[in-house]
């Protein structure tokens, strides 16, 4: 299978009244079909900013961002939203219109891309049905629970039919259980709809549970990557080995004061 | 005192404070909705930050929300002469009050625009929705509670205008308070014209909050 997403010499530089940061130092990455790549690092390490470049919601300082085949920094801005409409996206809090109802959250980029509301909405309560919402077609967002929301979310990326879903520390406000669920949910998708899924998470127990690949990012640099089980069992860095065993202690601990 | 001629003057005064009220709403929204969107959207945190369009409606906007209504009202007469062909009666008033409306109307869209949940924008983004369309289909959508909340608040303001132009002629109830109750003396007319636009308000105040919290979706 061949490769989805690309990163060549990607760095990004935000400069603001109190400085400059360098968000993304040089990031080289690639991404192959049908993968579930995990992206972890400390906060603030540009989790966050390397995933939003790859659908150009940030866009590189320099570099190329090469996404299902066509570099996004060549693509007119028609082109680009075009292109965003196969990549679908989740977000922590999840950011679901809290006026429209589940149906029609999930039909929303349908409809927003002139689809007849009455075949969107068709659609949309067949995804839900995968996501396991079936009973909750007319509810409104804010009577659902985070983990809830998230499927809403999930069912609403996949009215986009995308090739690639972004997951911004999807996982991060919901409870361990309702995690394990979300996570249970994106590995059915990465099987049955061959979705390449690329995970943003602090969390070592969510790479450690669904991605294939991982990539450890520190100071914007990418120190390591490679597959789940080498990464972590054997980190060649000094970066991945500290945050890796850091990681794992500190969720050892909350678990065990959590009594499970 | 409370004859037939004096009953009917009221009732003819209800009508067109109201007709000053709405008209002046209406025009007030039909500009100050694109006003609100592009204070909004170009704004630093906005849709397309523009710093110069933003500077400059923002310095108009506040020069004429700066000027008292009076004095714009009197500032206005060659203007409102011109398109309405006279500068006094309640026809005429609606051009004042809609040109003070505009900027007052058009913070206020700014600011409900600006509760938009900047996540609910990205994620509109991260779908390929153009810009015009996360106005249309997200921003304007998300906050109609906070926009109805805002039409009660600008019917019950430019109803108050109103009745300050009838100072100078406006028409409309505030014209009868200020013709009855300060030239003559009348103070029972005052007094009822004083509690016809204080129920006005009232009503209307309750009636658009009342919407507003009907269509809200957050509480549930
Ligand atoms: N819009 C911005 N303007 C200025 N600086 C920014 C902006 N976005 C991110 N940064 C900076 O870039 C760096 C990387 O941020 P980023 O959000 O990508 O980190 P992250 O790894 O996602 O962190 P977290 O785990 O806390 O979400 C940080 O130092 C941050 O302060
Ligand atoms: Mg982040």
Same mark, same amino acid.
Do not use: I
């Given at each position: 299978m061949g490769t989805i997403v690309e990163f060549k010499n990607v760095t990004k530089i935000f400069s603001s009244a109190y400085g400059t940061t360098k968000? %993304?130092?040089d990031v080289n990455l690639q991404i192959n079909e049908g993968d579930i790549y995990g992206v972890i690092g400390m906060s603030g390490a540009g989790k966050s900013t390397l995933i939003r470049c790859i659908n150009l919601l940030e866009k590189p300082t320099s570099g190329e961002v090469i996404t299902d085949g066509d570099d %996004?920094? &060549? *693509?007119s801005e028609r082109q680009l939203r075009e292109k965003r409409k196969h990549i679908g996206m989740i977000f922590q809090h999840f950011n679901l219109l809290m006026q429209k109802n589940v149906v029609d959250n999930v039909a929303f980029p349908l409809t927003a891309a002139g689809v007849p509301r009455k075949e969107a909405r068709a659609k949309a309560t067949e995804l839900l049905e995968v996501v396991g919402l079936k009973e909750k077609v007319k509810s409104y967002p804010a009577s659902l629970s985070g983990g809830q929301m998230q499927r809403v979310a999930i069912a609403r990326a996949l009215a986009q039919d995308p090739k690639i879903l972004l997951c911004d520390e999807? &996982?991060?406000? *919901?409870?361990p259980e309702t995690t394990a669920s979300i996570l249970n949910l994106l590995q059915k998708i990465n099987r049955e709809y061959n979705i390449t899924i690329i995970i943003i998470t602090h969390a070592m127990s969510v790479v450690r549970k669904v991605c294939s690949h991982v990539a450890i990012l520190s100071d914007g640099k990418i120190v390591e990557t490679g597959l789940v089980n080498e990464v972590f069992d054997n980190p060649k860095t000094e970066e991945g080995r500290l945050l890796i065993s850091k990681a794992e202690e500190s969720e050892r601990r909350e678990k065990e004061q959590k009594g499970v | 005192m409370w004859s037939q001629e004096v009953i009917n003057m009221i009732i003819q005064g209800i009508g067109e404070t109201l007709k000053m009220t709405v008209f002046s709403c209406l025009f007030g929204y039909l500009f100050g909705i694109p006003l609100g969107v592009i204070l909004s959207t170009t704004d630093?945190? /906005?849709?397309t930050p523009n710093k110069y369009v933003y500077k400059v409606l923002d310095f108009i906007t506040n020069i004429v929300r700066s000027v008292p209504f009076l004095i714009l009202l009197i500032l206005l007469i060659p203007f409102t002469r011109a398109l309405? /062909?006279?500068? #006094?009666g309640s026809t005429a008033t609606i051009v004042p009050l809609t040109v003070a409306a505009i900027p007052f109307i058009g913070r206020m869209v700014e600011s409900s625009l600006n509760e938009v949940d900047r996540g609910v924008i990205e994620a509109a983004r991260s779908m390929g929705i153009s810009n015009f369309k996360i106005i249309t289909r997200v921003m304007l959508v998300e906050t109609r509670v906070s926009l109805m909340t805002g039409i009660t608040i600008a019917f019950g303001t430019i109803l108050g205008y109103s009745a300050m132009a009838g100072t100078v002629g406006g028409g409309g109830l505030g014209d009868i308070a200020v013709r009855y /109750?300060?030239?003559? #003396?009348q103070t029972d007319i005052m007094i009822v014209t004083v509690v016809l636009l204080i129920l006005l308000v009232q009503i209307f105040q309750t009636v658009g909050m009342r919407i507003a919290a009907k269509t809200d979706r957050r509480i549930k």
């Open positions: 968000a %993304l130092d %996004l920094m &060549t *693509l999807a &996982t991060s406000a *919901l409870d | 630093v945190n /906005g849709l309405v /062909g006279k500068s #006094y /109750g300060y030239y003559r #003396y």
